[in-house]
């Protein structure tokens, strides 16, 4: 008998001079033991998770061009959730916002109240499923290479990747998941009988909800947040940035990119002047209004038809 440590653990593998095994069953044993040894000593290789560090990325102009939940809504309205003018109306709505260049309580109150009535009464698995679907669509080829590239980084060196945005925590799911990356955490609407209430479950996750968030996973995950990194285009995720060790602008607004230079933080563009033309309305979109105010213009206008 021969004893080998193995991926931190011992096994006992009987190894014989081939001339002593007796039979093919035996010889078959024997390569079978050998294989396995070899598999757990190809896992030993693989680097090793560093389970006190992650990483969290913004979605929305940091991961994918433009807004996901335009995206996702845009997706909807061919399938005639809704009508193409009401999205049209949202981002204009947006545009005004973005150029404004702060956020109106009002309207992200009037968002929060909003957000996801157009999928009131639905089963969240239909919802999902279309998600997965609009993803395919609309969004996989928005994906900005570079910042996929510093996700998979990470990933590689061991440690796990969320994404944290305002948009659905469903949505966010299965960006993350066709990402490869570790789970998402996102805008958590009220769930009654698997179908969505119209309700939301606390706030929009944006500004300083997602520090909170981010906090509040550290703790359930053991992360050393000193040891984490945060990526993101917007000031409007400073709390975000400055719960971490290290933060990272990408594709920074021009708030964002002045605080970077303040504080010493790298900055990554990805931007081209061609891409930026490609985007077009869904580039402007703003992260605190995006995940919540598509729903709250639909449901207003569906309130004043209602009336009239």
């Given amino acids: 008998m021969e004893i080998a440590p193995i991926a931190g653990r011992a096994y006992r593998v009987r190894?014989?001079?081939?001339?002593?095994?007796?039979?093919?069953?035996?010889?078959?044993?024997?390569?079978?033991?050998?294989?396995?040894?070899?598999?757990?000593?190809?896992?030993?290789?693989?680097?090793?998770?560093?389970?006190?560090?992650?990483a969290f990325f913004d979605v929305d102009n940091t991961m994918m061009?433009?807004?996901?939940?335009?995206h996702f809504a845009r997706g909807l309205a061919a399938r005639k959730y809704f009508t193409w003018r009401d999205l049209a109306a949202f981002g204009w709505q947006q545009v005004k916002f973005r150029a404004g260049g702060k956020e109106n309580h009002d309207d992200i109150h009037a968002a929060r109240e909003g957000a996801l009535a157009f999928v009131a009464g639905k089963p969240v698995d239909e919802i999902v499923a279309l998600a997965e679907e609009i993803y395919d669509e609309e969004m996989a080829e928005r994906i900005w290479p570079g910042t996929h590239a510093l996700a998979k980084l990470h990933l590689d060196a061991g440690q796990r990747v969320w994404l944290v945005t305002a948009t659905p925590v469903e949505l966010a799911s299965v960006i993350a998941h066709r990402l490869g990356l570790t789970g998402a955490?996102?805008?958590v609407a009220e769930i009654?009988?698997?179908?969505?209430?119209?309700?939301?479950?606390?706030?929009?996750?944006?500004?300083p909800a997602k520090a909170e968030?981010?906090?509040?996973?550290?703790?359930?995950?053991?992360l050393d947040l000193a040891r984490c990194t945060a990526y993101s285009d917007s000031a409007n995720d400073l709390p975000m940035l400055s719960a971490v060790g290290t933060a990272?602008?990408?594709?920074?607004?021009?708030s964002l990119r002045a605080q970077a230079r303040q504080?010493?933080?790298?900055?990554?563009d990805f931007r081209t002047g061609r891409k930026a033309a490609k985007i077009g309305i869904p580039?402007?979109?703003?992260?605190?209004?995006?995940?919540?105010?598509?729903?709250?213009?639909?449901a207003a206008r569906r309130r004043l038809r209602a009336r009239g």
């Fill in 15 to 54: 190894v014989l001079p081939w001339h002593r095994v007796d039979n093919r069953a035996e010889r078959a044993v024997v390569a079978g033991a050998a294989s396995a040894a070899a598999a757990e000593v190809e896992a030993a290789l693989e680097v090793p998770p560093d389970p006190s560090a992650a």
């Fill in 65 to 70: 061009m433009g807004a996901s939940i335009f």
């Fill in 185 to 187: 955490l996102g805008t």
């Fill in 192 to 207: 009654e009988d698997g179908a969505y209430t119209g309700r939301l479950m606390g706030e929009i996750l944006h500004g």
């Fill in 213 to 222: 968030a981010v906090r509040a996973l550290a703790v359930r995950e053991g």
């Fill in 248 to 254: 990272v602008a990408i594709n920074p607004d021009s």
């Fill in 263 to 268: 504080h010493g933080w790298q900055v990554r």
């Fill in 283 to 298: 580039s402007v979109l703003g992260a605190g209004v995006a995940a919540g105010a598509v729903v709250g213009t639909i």
